[in-house]
């Protein structure tokens, strides 16, 4: 079963942490690893992560079809920050991935504690329908 | 060069793959590495062969490209480690031995041992699913990887993992005993199952680049079936495989949409898989030993040999579930069961049986309860309710067409007109 963990962890108007070298490194290896450890247990699907929120622009379709483009609003609460897609056994699996990933290191080499949003991914064949 | 490349060609290379393996594993006592060495001779033949012809003797090739990968590996083994004469005079050993004897150490039965082998009940099913269609499926990585749609580099590892999970737990490579395998053959059969079911997903229009699972669940059990040709379930599921993918055809619309087995097309479907299935199950069932498969196989029977829906034989359907509770009781074969019984004996009484599953922590698949609620509602007429239970199985399927089947039920039911007694008159 595939499941997609986001993390939601941007807001608009956030810039690059400012954190001490020694912390950020720790946290650029942190994640590094997470995604060799889910390459290597046979188990990432994909994984990206996105530009900062001032690069986000909302579309609509205008009258003509065209793209009506706007920037995001600052109130916007949080923004997606990257996301994995795994395929797991199981639900408890996904939640521990996510779990590993929510613990990244901070300042200080603290743990984030970031919440991770962990959603199934549509990916089940269909069966006989009566 | 001889004859040119087409399917059959294709077919007699992949079926060639565990044979190959069984010699180089049992020579060189190493299943995991040997099994990467002809993964490396299938894919040098499957760029060869084409282009030069097929070897005088293929499966000879096979095992000569893969033995001398191994031994190639040993060596670079030896000259890393900088290791002395011993095992070095190891290798040629290995290697004179190979030239001479690959016809005389060939065992049929290395591809029953490597099916056992791959279904070990210490994997996953996952796991144990991508080592079979590689080991005993002959099938590449790439293709693999692109059947589950996930990147290569993810399948490859989680086959290596199998097999290191394989050599942890000690099994040597050998045939079974009778008892042994009479335990284990159950997990086989689920993995040949798994491997079919996925099929259905990946028989989309959308997914043209992908390879037939269904197909390769079929080729790969017709093989089980000829290496145990005395086992009625093996038989059954072989059956089961070809009466269910008999009606693939009808089983999609234009747009891909589900279309349910009452509104099929049955002219679309399969004759020849149809008849084949049949004369399977019926040699099976009269072998004596009834199980799972081979009900569900006999259940399909009875659907494919109806000319129309409405001749569909269910009080026989209804026997039949009623057995397959006896032998395999589970929550699945509860909800059979009650559409069955619905069909026989009214949708009230079917109803009735569902009520056992509300509370049965056992049927993972919650929603196919709410959508067989919302069918047997809808046969009963009580409209408001049928909608209900459309709408919360589609909120809780995992699968895209159908949530797309039943959100569209859901909404048909809304718009349909009302008879006088309540009763719609559009039942599918």
Redesign the interface.
């Known amino acids: 079963?595939k499941y997609i963990l986001m993390m939601n962890t941007m807001r608009a108007e956030q810039g690059v942490p400012n954190w001490p070298r020694a912390d950020l490194q720790a946290h650029i290896a942190f994640m590094k690893k997470l995604g060799q450890d889910l390459?290597?247990?046979?188990?990432?699907?994909?994984a990206e992560g996105l530009s900062f929120p001032d690069r986000a622009r909302l579309v609509r379709a205008g009258k003509d079809g065209a793209p009506v483009t706007d920037g995001v609003f600052p109130e916007s609460k949080e923004f997606l920050a990257g996301f994995w897609i795994v395929?797991v056994?199981t639900a408890e699996r996904a939640y521990a991935i996510a779990a590993r990933a929510s613990a990244a290191p901070g300042p200080g080499g603290a743990p984030l504690n970031m919440p991770i949003e962990v959603r199934?991914v549509?990916?089940?064949?269909?069966?006989?329908?009566? | 060069m001889s004859k040119p490349w087409d399917a059959a060609s294709e077919r007699l290379l992949r079926q060639l793959a565990p044979q190959a393996l069984g010699v180089v594993a049992r020579r060189f006592r190493d299943f995991a590495s040997a099994e990467d060495a002809v993964q490396e001779a299938m894919l040098a033949a499957f760029t060869q062969w084409p282009v030069e012809g097929i070897p005088e003797n293929p499966r000879g090739w096979l095992i000569q490209v893969a033995s001398r990968r191994m031994t190639d590996q040993v060596r670079s083994e030896i000259a890393r480690r900088q290791r002395e004469t011993a095992a070095a005079r190891d290798v040629e050993t290995v290697e004179a031995a190979g030239e001479i004897e690959i016809e005389t150490d060939m065992d049929p039965d290395d591809t029953l041992i490597l099916l056992f082998l791959c279904c070990h009940p210490a994997l996953?099913?996952?796991?144990a699913i991508a080592l079979t269609l590689r080991a005993v499926g002959g099938l590449t990585t790439a293709e693999i990887a692109r059947a589950?749609?996930?990147?290569e580099?993810?399948?490859?590892?989680?086959?290596?993992?199998a097999k290191q999970s394989i050599k942890a737990s000690g099994v040597p490579f050998r045939l079974l005993s009778w008892q042994e395998r009479a335990e284990r053959l159950p997990a086989v059969l689920h993995a040949l199952y798994l491997i079919f079911?996925?099929?259905?997903?990946?028989s989309s229009g959308a997914s043209l680049q992908r390879l037939d699972l269904a197909h390769e669940a079929i080729r790969l059990t017709r093989s089980a079936k000829a290496l145990l040709p005395d086992n009625a379930e093996v038989a059954g599921l072989l059956a089961l495989m070809l009466l269910?993918d008999a009606r693939r055809a009808g089983?999609t619309g234009p747009d891909e949409e589900?279309?349910?087995?009452?509104k099929q097309n049955r002219t679309l479907w399969d004759r020849a898989e149809i008849a084949e299935g049949i004369e399977l199950l019926t040699a099976a069932l009269s072998q004596g030993s009834v199980g799972l498969y081979q009900l569900q196989a006999a259940v399909a029977a009875v659907h494919d040999e109806a000319a129309r829906a409405e001749d569909t034989d269910w009080p026989q359907i209804l026997a039949l579930y009623e057995l397959l509770k006896r032998v395999s009781p589970s929550p699945m074969a509860t909800l059979n069961h009650a559409?069955a019984t619905a069909m026989v004996h009214g949708a009230e009484r079917g109803l009735e049986l569902l009520k056992t599953l509300d509370s049965d922590a056992r049927l993972t698949e919650r929603h196919?309860l709410d959508?067989?609620r919302a069918?047997l509602l809808e046969m009963l007429g009580d409209r408001e309710n049928a909608i209900k239970h459309y709408r919360t199985a589609a909120e809780r399927?995992?699968?895209?067409?159908?949530?797309n089947?039943l959100m569209t039920q859901a909404s048909r039911l809304e718009e349909s007109p009302r008879s006088l007694d309540g009763k719609t008159t559009d039942l599918g």
């Open positions: 079963m390459r290597e247990s046979g188990e990432l699907v994909l395929d056994e199934p549509m990916s089940a064949p269909p069966q006989e329908m009566m | 996953t099913s996952s796991s589950f749609l996930v990147p580099a993810t399948m490859a590892q989680r086959i290596s993992r079911n996925e099929g259905y997903a990946s269910t089983r589900l279309i349910p087995l009452n559409i196919r959508a067989v069918h399927t995992m699968s895209i067409p159908e949530r089947y």
